[in-house]
Structures are given as structure tokens and as C-alpha cells.
């Protein structure tokens, strides 16, 4: 049985996560930003579908990607010097959470970003801890993706891409700015194919929890990004 979380509950101890499936470690609670920050704080974050409650995750091993281990592939490169490309960050997030809620163009599309989570990163990026990088092309967003930046950590959440390698080039933006803000790790919770492309690793939990601590005690100004970059040494 996993631990039922009333609304002022903390979280249970990361080590009682279930192993299968996936380190699932509590369910109830709420999508308020004090809940949700306090949760990536941790390394937990919400999954769940329409018709269950809200579950939260923390897995052994974790998917990440180290800023300075980006790879990029020839192909990719090749379309990273597409000049038809404009890359934007925070300038669209609500058509970025509906993109990623609707892959495939289908409305719903089995996607586990209900309402209730959509109306919840939204209220985030209100706050400015919430953001997306993405890809126009020819005045259309062509993908993106978003995730929380916390101190110096990034959580990626989702993507989605209307057009080739669209949120791969996202992604790639999106890393590069971070390596030049100082953020020291993504979290993608779990294993893709098509992150491992891009360089993203596993690592034991224990070792993804004592990072996390170091990177989000970082001093950060909550805000958007669609304004110029700051400074190196100024948290976004």
C-alpha cells in the first residue's frame, strides 16, 4: 500500500518509494505551488491519468542530462543551422501545455496532463517557475517543450514537435542557455531513446538526491524568460 497524503501530509521518506512501477511513492495531496515546489525540491514530481489521483514519483535510476554533455548529431546539426527557425522561450507557454497535451493532434490523446495539472504549471509560470523553450518556423510553433527551474536545477516536464526534430531544437536552445546561467543539471525522470540521443544518462537515485540539494539552495529570482538573458552568475 502507498501512503495516502492529506493536504498538509509531507511526503514519505524517497527510500520508500515501490521499485516497480517506476518509484511510485505516494498518492493524494494537491497541485498548489507550495506543493509542487516542495515536491521537485525532493525530486518528486506528479503523474497520473483523468481518472486517478494524483500520484507522485521518484525513480531509481534517474534520467539526466548534464548541460555540459549535450550531444548533438549530424543530422540535428544540420538542422539546427535551418535559418527558417526562430527559437523563443516563454512566449507561448499556454499553446506549448496545450501542444504537449495534445500530441498527435488528437484532444486528450491519452496524455497524462489533465486539466487540473495544465491550470497547475500555468499558475508556476505565472510565479516564474514554470517555462518553455520554443521552435517557430515560418510563424507557426513548430514544438517546445517546458519543465521548473528551481535555484540552478531544470526539470524537464514534456515535449511535443509538429515538425522534424522541432523539440530536439528546443531542447538544444533550451540546454545551452542553461549551461550559460549556470544550471548544473535536467531532470528527465525517466529513460527515452530519445533523450539518451541527445546525452541523457541514468544515475542512482542517492546520487541524483545529493546533486538536487546543492543546485536548488541556489539563490533565484523567480521570472520569465522571455525577457534577455541575465549574467552568468545571476540565477534565472
Given at each position: 500500500m502507498i501512503p495516502w497524503l492529506g493536504r498538509d501530509d509531507p511526503f514519505p521518506p524517497l527510500n520508500s518509494a515501490l521499485k516497480q512501477p517506476n518509484g511510485l511513492l505516494a498518492a493524494g495531496a494537491d497541485l498548489s505551488p507550495q506543493r509542487l515546489l516542495g515536491a521537485y525540491r525532493q525530486g518528486i514530481f506528479p503523474w497520473y491519468s483523468q481518472d486517478e489521483p494524483i500520484l507522485w514519483w521518484s525513480p531509481d535510476p534517474r534520467m539526466v542530462l548534464i548541460p555540459a554533455e549535450l550531444k548533438i548529431s549530424r543530422s540535428l546539426a544540420k538542422t539546427l543551422r535551418n535559418r527558417r527557425q526562430e527559437i523563443r522561450f516563454d512566449t507561448a507557454f499556454e499553446a506549448v501545455l496545450h501542444g504537449c497535451a495534445t500530441r498527435g493532434g488528437v484532444a486528450g490523446g491519452g496524455t497524462w496532463i489533465t486539466d487540473a495539472m495544465r491550470d497547475a504549471y500555468l499558475?508556476?509560470?505565472?510565479?516564474?517557475?514554470?517555462?518553455?523553450?520554443?521552435?517557430?518556423?515560418?510563424?507557426?510553433?513548430?514544438?517546445?517543450?517546458?519543465?521548473?527551474?528551481?535555484?540552478?536545477?531544470?526539470?524537464?516536464?514534456?515535449?511535443?514537435?509538429?515538425a522534424r526534430d522541432a523539440s530536439k531544437?528546443?531542447?538544444?536552445?533550451?540546454?545551452?542557455?542553461?549551461?550559460?546561467?549556470?544550471?548544473?543539471?535536467?531532470?528527465?525522470?525517466?529513460h527515452t531513446a530519445h533523450l539518451a540521443s541527445l546525452g541523457a544518462r541514468t544515475i542512482a537515485r542517492s546520487e541524483f538526491s545529493l546533486r538536487l540539494r546543492e543546485l536548488v539552495d541556489y539563490a533565484a529570482t523567480p521570472c520569465t524568460w522571455d525577457a534577455p538573458e541575465p549574467d552568468n552568475d545571476v540565477a534565472a
Open positions: 499558475r508556476l509560470h505565472q510565479l516564474g517557475y514554470a517555462h518553455c523553450a520554443e521552435t517557430w518556423i515560418d510563424g507557426e510553433l513548430a514544438g517546445g517543450l517546458y519543465g521548473v527551474a528551481i535555484g540552478r536545477m531544470f526539470y524537464g516536464e514534456s515535449m511535443f514537435t509538429r531544437v528546443a531542447m538544444v536552445h533550451l540546454v545551452r542557455r542553461l549551461q550559460r546561467q549556470g544550471y548544473g543539471m535536467i531532470d528527465c525522470q525517466m
